[in-house]
């Protein structure tokens, strides 16, 4: 008896001291941030996080309490590496008991994550990993997306340039981004013709050769003739420019960036493209929201990666909201599949097959300001979903 009394005391006290930490942790909402707080993507990294928290300071009215519960956000640092951010995921998941993450900045690290958010049958919120594998063949049911994918970037490019007579040759990144970037452009051009694909690897710094190859392809080509880019992170590939393209009729064409990088734009007034986002294009409450605090931070207006960090803080707060504050997985999924909410782009619903937020882009054409650093991206046209035949691709 008295070893059956300890037994029994013995499994009580763990049962006691077990729900301790849960009880207390209920009364948080956990969320890991893996992003690239360092690395070739850096820049888009921290510009994600400072809109992620501005977009949950905002989206809970300065309180960053949701239902009674307090937020609590673990950033960590994947360095823009695949197996550390999918070890650092893991990390979030088991020992940090994050209820749900947002992240990376990187394709390469995303889609080395999405496997562990299916073995910890935790939600991943990817902003702003951008390749269709994501949200595609590589998707399970714990991955949404608020960030474009390659194919939004593609199709709203393709309208732009998708003309009869029209010769285009890509230059890309030789990853997940660039190439899952031109497939999706190509499967949407139907009237230009693609003549030629250019891969260089991520950290190209020299772009003679590539360019050389872009211009054989296209110079002795009747009709308009355009280089399409797309390209993220380090390097400068406007530097094929210098080798007078113009000497050949070839224009230039890409899409939106962060505004260091639209500095290099102004070298191309007139230049055609789509973009996820410029801070001046959306009129709505939301965007006036996010313009105002990122000025009275930083005296500069918000970037590309800010509004994006914005809009994953928006549709989490949304939904946890609808669920008052629950944070089962499940219940989370069901609340948040064919779910509509507010952001600096206006409103944004995840698509219910692939979790795919469904957005507006905008087809600009660049005007060179004085007083602006960079080329500015004025509206032709904003594209809206129903506009977009965006692929579902992950054979649900």
């Known amino acids: 008896m008295h070893r059956r009394t300890m037994v029994a005391l013995t499994a009580l006290a763990a049962t006691t001291f077990a729900s301790v930490p849960a009880f207390s942790q209920s009364k948080e ?47 960590k640092d994947d360095q823009g590496k695949p197996d550390l951010g999918k070890s650092l995921l893991a990390a979030a998941y088991s020992d940090d008991k994050a209820d749900l993450a947002v992240g990376p900045t990187s394709s390469g690290v ?17 902003e702003p990993a951008v390749a269709d594998s994501i949200t595609g063949d590589k998707w399970n049911k714990y991955i949404f997306r608020t960030g474009r994918n390659s194919s939004q970037d593609a199709i709203s490019n393709a309208v732009a340039l998708d003309k009869p007579g029209v010769s285009i040759a890509t230059l890309a990144q030789d990853y997940a981004f660039g190439r899952d970037g031109v497939k999706a452009f190509k499967a949407a051009i139907h009237k230009a013709k693609i003549v030629h694909e250019e ?27 355009v280089i399409w880019i797309v390209w993220a992170g380090a390097g400068n590939p406007f530097k094929i420019a210098d080798m007078d393209l113009k000497r050949y009729g070839i224009e230039i064409a890409t899409g939106g960036n962060i505004l260091p990088a ?43 990666f800010t509004a994006g960090g914005f809009s994953a803080a928006m549709a989490i707060v949304t939904a946890l909201r609808k669920t008052n504050g629950d944070t089962n997985t499940n219940t989370l999924i069901k609340t948040m599949e064919g779910m509509s909410f507010d952001t600096p782009k206006g409103k944004m619903t995840f698509r219910k097959e692939d979790h795919q937020a469904m957005q507006s882009m905008y087809h600009f054409k660049i005007k060179v300001d004085p007083a602006f650093a960079w080329g500015v991206p004025e509206l032709v046209h904003e594209i809206t979903p129903a506009e977009m035949d965006i692929p579902i691709l992950n054979k649900r």
Request: no cysteine.
């Open 29 to 75: 909402i956990r969320i890991a941030h893996v992003h690239s707080m360092t690395g070739p993507l850096e820049a888009y990294g921290k510009q994600t996080q400072t809109g992620f928290m501005m977009g949950l300071d905002y989206a809970t009215g300065g309180t960053m309490m949701v239902a009674g519960k307090k937020i609590v956000v673990i950033e």
């Open 110 to 126: 995303a889609l080395a994550m999405l496997p562990v958010a299916e073995e910890y049958k935790k939600i991943l919120l990817v």
């Open 262 to 304: 639209m500095a290099a734009y102004k070298n191309f007034p007139g230049m055609e493209g789509a973009t996820y986002y410029y801070f001046g294009i959306p009129k709505n409450p939301v965007n006036d929201a996010l313009v105002s605090m990122h000025y009275k931070e930083f005296k500069s207006p918000p970037d590309f």
């Open 199 to 225: 891969y260089l690897p991520a950290n190209t710094t020299d772009f003679t050769a590539g360019a050389q190859r872009l211009i054989d392809a296209l110079k002795d080509k009747p009709g308009r003739k």
